[in-house]
């Protein structure tokens, strides 16, 4: 089942290329609005699926063209995203540490929303591709033989990233939870569509240029591992997200003007613009094009525009 939000937040459910209004089927369900509307379903899902799936069968489909999709999960109460979790094509000998970090809800956006970079003096912006698996009931110390249990299902994520702000080694706070930093959607893919989430190709496009391309089977530590070790440290609560990283070595800069579009097979396309009102340039160079040229540094430097370095 493909689970949506759309226009000014009514619930649907994707029936090929139109979505069904089935908000009526969950107007029981204890809500203050759209965030713990979606959370409660979630969590009540076992209840409600033969009626979505009985309302979407009956229902009139609106055509996908004619509606405006939103965050399918407008405030999730935990965002924990992976860190350096790929192999980078076999290019890493052995696994880095495992390794996460928080992202606030505050900064999640939806399909056809605009990633806003801050007048900051970062040394790029960069957007990872990633999918992101969203927990369905809640999970406290998960032993990784039960932690697929827990996955109510799946979606794209775009882990937006201000690289290098000062000071040294105060990063991922800053970096990483600005608003507009958290691009989901366009919908949630329930995990018993996704056969293996650990082979599913993960593509990004900027301007239509394929940027990023990558497979989750060289993930470093796998879903199962990666649940059980966040939840090790705090309880997972239904409707939240786990970001599984991304290979970087197809980063580029994400600079004013651009649309970047996500698609992970079976998870439908993510688009999102970008807007900068500084105006600052780098060249459309990936990190892995910047070390083939031998260039200083993990990516390119900026080119025009505040901040850029003179000389």
Known sequence: MKIAYFDDYRLGILKGDS???????????????????????????????????????????????????????????????????YMEDGTKTEAAPINAFHKSPMAVIGNGETMVLPDVPATIFEGEAEMALVIGKRASHVKEADAMNYVFGY?????GSARNLPPTNNVFYQA???DTFAPIGPYIV???????PQKLQIKLWVNGQLMQNFNTDDMAHKIPKCIAWVSSI??????????????????????????????????????ITVKDEQKRTWPRTTRLQWAEKGGEGVHVPQATGKYAKKG
């Open 19 to 85: 979505i069904v209004d089935v908000s009526e089927v969950v107007k029981d369900i204890p809500h203050l609005g759209p965030h713990d509307l979606m959370n409660g379903l979630i969590e009540r899902f076992g209840q409600y699926r033969q009626k979505l799936e009985d309302a979407a069968a009956k229902g009139a489909g609106i055509p996908l063209s004619k509606i405006r999709f939103r965050a399918p999960l407008p405030r999730p109460i935990n965002i924990d995203c992976m860190a350096v979790n």
């Open 155 to 159: 979606l794209n994520f775009i882990d």
């Open 176 to 178: 990483k939870s600005r």
């Open 190 to 196: 329930t995990a018993d569509e996704i056969k293996d």
């Open 234 to 271: 705090h309880a997972l609560e239904p409707g939240d997200i786990i970001a599984t990283g991304t290979n970087h070595r197809g980063l580029n800069p994400f600079q004013d003007g651009d649309k970047v579009e996500l698609e992970t097979e079976g998870l439908g396309r993510l688009t």
